[in-house]
Every structure is written in structure tokens, then in C-alpha cells.
């Protein structure tokens, strides 16, 4: 995918989320529930065209915006 112009950038936090998960019993299931939720970081960008990219940033490796862009 290419983008034309100008392209804005973001990173967004969003939620983990692990829908139908099966637990293996209530005392894990009441663990998961008092535990903050997960952030997953999310590469967004667009342009003026409407293009839009969103990539899973990975989170102990180093990234470049360049890369994932091409990669896009």
C-alpha cells in the first residue's frame, strides 16, 4: 500500500482483549477479573486519500515507522 501526501500518525493503546477465554476454575477466573486490563500498542495511519494502515506494534522490539509502512 502506498500513501500519497500527507500522512498523519498515530499510536493508539487499545485493550487486550482474550473474548472466550475458558478458565480452569473460579480462582483463576476471579484473578483475571481483578487484574488491570492488557494494552496492546497499534500503529495507525492514513492519508489524505483515505488510505489507512493499522499495525500490532511489538513490544519489546525496537520499530521503525519506515519499515512497517513498507511492510503495510
Do not use: C
Amino acid at each position: 500500500m502506498l500513501f500519497f501526501g500527507v500522512v498523519e500518525m498515530d499510536e493508539l493503546l487499545m485493550d487486550y482483549s482474550e473474548k472466550g477465554r475458558i478458565y480452569k476454575n473460579a480462582e483463576e477466573l476471579k484473578r483475571a477479573r481483578k487484574q488491570k486490563p492488557k494494552k496492546v500498542a497499534v500503529l495507525a495511519a492514513t492519508d489524505r486519500a483515505g488510505n489507512l494502515l493499522f499495525k500490532n506494534l511489538k513490544a519489546k522490539a525496537k520499530f521503525r515507522t519506515d519499515r512497517a509502512i513498507s511492510e503495510g
